[in-house]
């Protein structure tokens, strides 16, 4: 009868890290989307309805069926067709639409497990990020506009204004709206992860590169679908 703050709120400010994403429940899932779209969660009671802020950054992970093993090169999936559809069929294509980035990640050879890493430092990865916030907050800077709006939160004329490819870069983003059939909300969240990247490469204009790579994060989700 008197709510309190769950994980999505705890999370604020921070990262909510979900593993083995569809072995939750439907319907709590379904609960992130508000969220996810607004920053805030409201949890209705016969008395009272409270919202308690929710902007947090989601990460999930999932495997490619309930074995684990659809798509491994070395073993077998013992996976029924029906029963990865049902197993993918947990997450909605609204909640699969408010996620930006999806990964596929494969396994790692033991050769390169036992190897020495060689890998970018976390603290030149750092470096860049920062540098790549700092672009957003001058770009974004301006009267009537207190504090730092970072990509993820540009919407209407500016997100048309910051996040506007360059002439290549619309028509391979149209083309790739028109045979998908992505929604609005996944054109603007393209938009975004594109002029991200280009800020992280230091770059002014979103050129057709950058939008391409946006694509292809998302262009798993498509395959993802169709394949369950």
Known sequence: SHPRPGEVSLAHHGVLFLDELPEFRRNVLEVLRQPLEDGVVTVSR???????????????AMNPCPCGYLG????????????????RGRLSGPLYDRIDLHVRVAAVPWQDLSSPTSGELSVAVRRRVAAARERQRVRSAGPGRPGPNLNSSLSGSALEQHCRPDADGRRLLGSAMNRLGWSARGYARV????????D?????????RQVAEALQYRAYEARHQHEG
Do not use: K
Not at 191 to 198: D, E, K
Not at 200 to 208: H, I, K, Q, W, Y
């Open 72 to 87: 491994d090169p070395r073993r077998d999936c013992l996976c029924s067709p029906e029963r990865v559809r049902g197993y």
């Open 46 to 60: 016969a008395a009272l309805s409270l919202s308690f802020p929710a902007r947090f950054t989601l990460l999930a």
């Open 200 to 208: 992280l490469a230091g770059e002014d204009r979103v050129s057709a």
């Open 191 to 198: 938009l975004r992860v594109a002029r991200t990247i280009a």
